[in-house]
């Protein structure tokens, strides 16, 4: 088994959905004024493919927000082939983000699966939170990420495009190879090909408000998860909540 260890954080996020000619000037703004992600590797030391699997219950109540369902997520996220994996809540209420983060080795995937598993192991919170609120695996949600990064008084300010987006519906936890579907494309009234993700601790970082100024760029809902399960079904609808004020927080 890997090393397990837990993590929180607590962090705004803002999101834009960005078209393919405002993707690649954020590439190049990010590559001038940013550092490289320590984990990226590519050209530029800063990219790296990410998978994660997403859980929801029968009735899609993550999904469609209901009730105390609204406030979080739960998630395996993989990246590359790594035998790495970690078990994640999110916690959002409107652009702030609290964040549980537990690694672990892909080798223990089976015993989310189990009606009981022993509670010293690192994940058993995770697999508790699942029972409890009945949730199961719905779908695979791939990418490929650019991750750039800068410090200010001591804490990690972060940048990240994903693009070629991709998901496939799953019904077991484990991770799936295969491309599955472009969930961008699939958007209607727009032409997007990434979602540029801003965030920070505190303050909006003047660096992060000159380039929304600088490219003219619009805060929007752009849930990878909820983007994914509506491409896979169409029936779903996605309702943005009214109380996201996530464009505030940017301008700030």
């Not at 989310?112 to 697999?127: C, K």
Request: net charge positive; aromatic share 8%; proline share 5%.
């Amino acid at each position: 088994m890997s090393h397990s260890r837990d993590v929180r954080v607590r962090a705004s996020e803002i999101k834009f959905l960005v078209g393919a000619e405002a993707a690649e000037r954020i590439r190049a703004w990010a590559r001038e004024h940013l550092q490289a992600d320590p984990h990226g590797s590519g050209v530029h030391g800063d990219e790296y493919q990410t998978a994660s699997l997403y859980f929801d219950t029968a009735g899609y109540d993550v999904f469609h927000r209901r009730g105390s369902f609204g406030r979080g997520k739960y998630r395996i996220r993989r990246y590359g082939d790594a035998d790495a994996i970690f078990l994640e809540r999110k916690m959002r209420q409107a652009a702030v983000l609290a964040k549980r983060r537990t690694r672990t080795s892909v080798e223990t995937l089976p015993l989310l699966a189990q009606p009981s598993i022993d509670p010293a192991w690192a994940g058993s919170w995770f697999h508790r939170r699942l029972s409890a609120r009945r949730l199961r695996p719905v779908c695979q949600v791939t990418y490929q990420r650019m991750a750039r990064t800068f410090v200010r008084d001591g804490e990690v300010m972060r940048l990240t495009l994903d693009a070629d987006l991709r998901a496939r519906s799953v019904r077991e936890i484990g991770f799936r190879r295969g491309a599955g579907v472009s969930v961008l494309s699939t958007l209607r009234n727009t032409e997007s090909d990434a979602i540029l993700e801003l965030k920070f601790t505190g303050p909006a970082p003047a660096l992060f408000r000159r380039l929304v100024e600088e490219l003219e760029l619009n805060p929007q809902p752009a849930s990878k998860y909820r983007l994914s399960a509506a491409a896979l079904d169409p029936a779903l609808v996605i309702a943005p909540p009214v109380s996201d004020r996530g464009g505030e927080a940017v301008h700030a």
